[in-house]
């Protein structure tokens, strides 16, 4: 392999493609970037065999071939060389960098060891603005479980139907779920539940794109634009009836300034339990009391003006759910609605007068008030 290639597309790809090498693996090949390259350029791949990321580089090739050489260290070489143009070449298991006086050589792999990569059919796919999925990513996945004893709450449920798509995450104690109007699409109607690391790499590489392809086979999903690609294993199983839990009959609700609601809670927040994270919160006609008592710490209490309707009520939740949830929550003024103290309350952003309603709903389950 010889191939000549700028260092900012060097350096770019390969920070594409170090983020999916696993930090610790029994496996020395997994440590690796795959290089192959083409006629016209270069395909550079990483994967910790959940995830994996394969960028395409234009470079001028002298000679086609692929090796596997160490990622982290490439990276680490590459941004600190001269801009000038990088020649990279392989002599047996060894790569070879040089770029104005530096050279380098690092020991590498053959390329045979390296795993292969899933096999994606983009034809038959799915297209997705690349705004909308940053959009559910952002507001959802923050709510997965990271207990294994449920591995189908370890991910993100996605549903993609003609005209619509939605992403909802829980962890038993708080959820989160979002939808979107997205464009007509001939792809049937699907749901997958994707791990929150691919879905990381989906945000991390495809922030700017306008249109995403994606692509199911098997058990992977894909998602490819402008010669990046990300695949990754899905987690199988059936995601739980969320619509089940989410209360429809709540009949007390609150309309309350975000930015002060939050700046309340986190006062509160400082004399909370370390374990519970337990804020008591009462709410009445025009206001809510807050109050804190930790025996071993001391007491704390706030009041904030609100709208509410409805009877008082009197309700625990922890705090650290509450403030995970109001940071994606994107308008001015938000909406709670309450039922009783041992029911689910919802969290929804109240739109500007003018503003359309986000399809957006976060839910918090309460925390047994011990009097």
């Known amino acids: 392999m010889n191939c000549l290639i700028t260092r ?11 983020a999916s090498i696993p930090t610790k693996t029994t496996l020395p090949v997994l440590s690796n970037i795959l290089f192959e390259a ?3 350029g270069m395909w550079m791949s990483g994967t910790d065999l959940d995830v994996s990321v394969r960028v395409w580089v234009p470079a001028e090739v002298k000679e086609q071939g692929s090796i596997t050489a160490p990622g982290k260290k490439l990276q680490e070489i590459v941004r600190e060389l001269a801009d000038q143009p990088v020649e990279l070449s392989t002599r047996g298991d060894q790569i070879e960098l040089r770029c104005g006086k530096s050279h380098f050589k690092l ?6 060891s390296f795993p292969t990569l899933p096999e994606v059919d983009f034809e038959k ?16 996945a923050f709510a997965v479980s990271s207990e294994e004893s449920r591995p189908i709450l370890n991910g993100v449920l996605w549903e993609l139907r003609d005209g619509h798509m939605r992403m909802v995450a829980t962890n038993g104690h708080r959820l989160a779920r979002k939808g979107v109007v997205s464009g007509s699409s001939n792809a049937p109607s699907a749901d997958f539940i994707v791990p929150p690391m691919a879905l990381q790499q989906v945000q991390r590489l495809f922030e700017g794109e306008e249109e995403l392809e994606v692509a199911k086979s098997g058990n992977h999903l894909g998602f490819r634009a402008n010669g990046t690609e990300v695949y990754t294993r899905l987690i199988e ?13 709540n009949d007390k609700f609150a309309i309350v300034d975000k930015k002060a609601f939050i700046s309340a809670v986190r006062r509160m927040a400082v004399v909370a339990s370390d374990q519970t994270h337990r804020i008591r919160m009462a709410f009445e006609a025009d206001r809510v009391h807050l109050t804190v008592l930790t025996p071993d710490l001391g007491e704390g209490e706030d009041e904030l003006e609100l709208t509410y309707e409805g009877e008082g009520i009197e309700i625990g939740f922890n705090a650290a759910y509450l403030l995970e949830v109001l940071k994606y929550m994107s308008t001015d003024e938000i909406k709670i609605t309450l039922k009783a103290p041992e029911r689910a309350a919802t969290i929804e952003p109240v739109p500007a007068e003018g503003e359309e309603a986000e399809d957006y709903l976060c839910l918090v389950m309460p925390l047994r008030l011990l009097d």
């Open 8 to 18: 900012q597309n060097l350096h770019k790809a390969l920070a594409s493609v170090s």
């Open 125 to 140: 796919g799915w297209s997705v603005k690349g705004a909308d999925l940053y959009g559910l990513i952002k507001n959802t």
């Open 38 to 40: 083409g006629e016209d």
């Open 237 to 249: 199983g059936t995601y739980p009836n969320y619509e089940q839990v989410i209360p429809k009959d």
């Open 107 to 112: 020991n590498g792999l053959p390329s045979d």
